[in-house]
């Protein structure tokens, strides 16, 4: 069965640095989907990036982008130029290949960011 | 990004009675929904996936007699839960499917719902 682990229950960034969040998973497949959620205060959901495991090439989204190491299995999310408004749940998930799998979900890391 | 709304955002209720949660797609159409229960500071747990026109599969130790799920079309997905009883209260959480070119759907999730029972 596959499973996502995020190691680091809480972390802290000052304004405008730099953070990485750590996510690892476990599965026997060669193709899938990762993404990264936020959850802020307010509790809804939010996708900030997805990667699809075929492409060698790292997601990038404006502020966020991933180190996507298919070996080691790693999938890890760096926050540049970090702003107050990230503050929040960083969820690390995983699905399969196929569109209507589930997704499989790390247990989260809170992330505050100080001014 | 696509939109899921959830209705009602908070709800409380005696022990015993019923509530109905729906979960909408409001600029596409979803085959595919699902329904999460979150406890305080954890991670989300999936309870269900609906499909649209069939019966929900439920995820192991999930009673599908106590949380009855109806996906009767493409942009709405319903959660009751029967006879609730205050180990019942949770923040529940819906997401719909969207699909994309290429078949790289994405899960949007609504803005969840409160439940309390007292």
């Known amino acids: 069965a596959q499973t996502v682990t995020q190691s680091q229950p809480e972390m802290s960034v000052q304004e405008a640095e730099t953070v990485t969040l750590s996510c690892t998973y476990d599965?026997?497949?060669?193709?899938?989907?990762l993404f990264w959620y936020k959850q802020p205060p307010s509790r809804q959901m939010i996708l900030v990036i997805r990667?699809?495991?075929?492409?060698?090439q790292n997601a990038t989204e404006n502020r966020f982008s991933v180190n996507f190491q298919k070996a080691a299995k790693s999938f890890s999310l760096k926050i540049s130029d970090s702003q107050l408004g990230d503050a929040a749940m960083y969820f690390c998930?995983?699905?399969?290949?196929?569109?209507?799998?589930?997704?499989?979900f790390g247990t989260g890391t809170r992330l505050q960011v100080f001014p | 990004g696509a939109v899921v709304s959830q209705h009602p955002s908070r709800v409380i209720c005696k022990s015993g009675t019923s509530v109905k949660i729906e979960c909408r797609s409001l600029?596409?159409?979803?085959?595919?929904m699902f329904w999460y229960r979150q406890f305080p500071k954890q991670s989300l747990m999936l309870m269900a996936t609906?499909?649209?026109?069939?019966?929900?599969?439920?995820e192991q130790g999930v009673e599908k007699d106590k949380f009855l799920i109806n996906h009767a079309s493409l942009t709405l997905s319903t959660l009751t839960v029967t006879s609730a009883h205050p180990e019942d209260s949770s923040f529940y959480i819906c997401?719909?499917?969207?699909?994309?070119?290429?078949?790289?759907?994405?899960?949007?999730f609504g803005p969840g719902t409160r439940l309390t029972v007292l």
């Open positions: 609906s499909n649209e026109g069939s019966k929900a599969t439920y």
């Open positions: 998930a995983y699905r399969a290949l196929y569109n209507t799998d589930k997704l499989i």
């Open positions: 599965t026997s497949e060669s193709d899938y989907y």
């Open positions: 997401s719909a499917n969207e699909r994309s070119a290429g078949g790289a759907d994405t899960q949007y």
């Open positions: 990667q699809e495991a075929y492409k060698q």
């Open positions: 600029d596409f159409q979803a085959t595919t």
